[in-house]
């Protein structure tokens, strides 16, 4: 209630305050009813809290392979992707893991939205899981004029590979491996077959896997490149997802 006091208001009209201050009527929003907690909504923001998190961690190990280019979007992009994840996962609102979930939902997640991977490589590597210690990348005999998209000036390409190794239920990141694969787009011979990679994930707390790749385009002049890719020219997405059987 306000009452009317000398001309000027002094109390609360539905969710307005007067007060008066050096002669001046002065009008605020008063203070919001507070919204209790329901223990779902509780366990709703566990979940959430464990989504975000790990995205975070999965943005900065997978920096790499993103090198800052990725959209404005994609750490929001990644946590709807984390969430289809957990939904796979049985266990009730607050207590679900990326563990328990199906981790190979994040497979093919490209952290440029407009630039995906398919687009720019026409097949696709074979990467597997050899019992509980090695990950194995086999890319396909393939021909470099035929089967990788080439922008004008590029005549040399790198394939970045980061293999990382998480405890999400931790959240910390136990180990990584990086390759890279130069390709050299003026060689006598279009057609390129790669050896077998094998990559050791038998390390103390490691849960769980994920491989980034992403496309690096070099125009190379004598001892000299030059990066070709900018925020419209990035090929980098998650190839690879596992978890690690205990």
């Excluded at 280019?69 to 893991?97: C, F, Q, Y």
Aim: charge should be positive; aromatic fraction near 8%; include cysteine.
């Amino acid at each position: 209630m306000a009452i009317l006091e000398n001309g000027s208001l002094k109390g609360l009209v539905g969710n307005l305050v007067f007060r008066k201050s050096n002669k001046k009527t002065i009008v605020q929003t008063g203070p919001g009813r507070k919204t209790k907690q329901t223990q779902a909504t509780k366990a709703a923001a566990r979940d959430f809290g464990h989504l975000s998190t790990a995205g975070s961690r999965i943005r900065n190990i997978m920096g790499e392979i993103h090198l800052n280019m990725h959209d404005g979007s994609m750490h929001n992009r990644l946590i709807n992707h984390l969430k289809r994840v957990i939904w796979a996962n049985s266990a009730p609102v607050g207590e679900k893991t990326i563990r328990g979930g199906k981790i190979d939902r994040l497979i093919n997640f490209q952290f440029v939205e407009k630039c995906h991977m398919h687009d720019y490589m026409h097949f696709d590597p074979e990467i597997k899981m050899l019992g509980t210690k090695l990950v194995s990348i086999k890319f396909p005999k393939f021909n470099m004029q035929k089967d990788i998209h080439r922008p004008k000036y590029c005549n040399l390409i790198k394939i970045n590979l980061m293999i990382a190794i998480f405890n999400f239920d931790k959240q910390q990141y136990i180990r990584w491996h990086k390759h890279q694969i130069p390709i050299s787009l003026q060689a006598p011979s279009k057609d390129i077959e790669l050896e077998e990679l094998l990559f050791d994930v038998d390390y103390q707390d490691a849960e769980t896997v994920l491989i980034g790749m992403n496309i690096e385009y070099y125009e190379r002049f004598g001892e000299n490149s030059s990066l070709l890719n900018n925020k419209d020219l990035h090929p980098a997405a998650i190839v690879g997802a596992f978890i690690i059987e205990s």
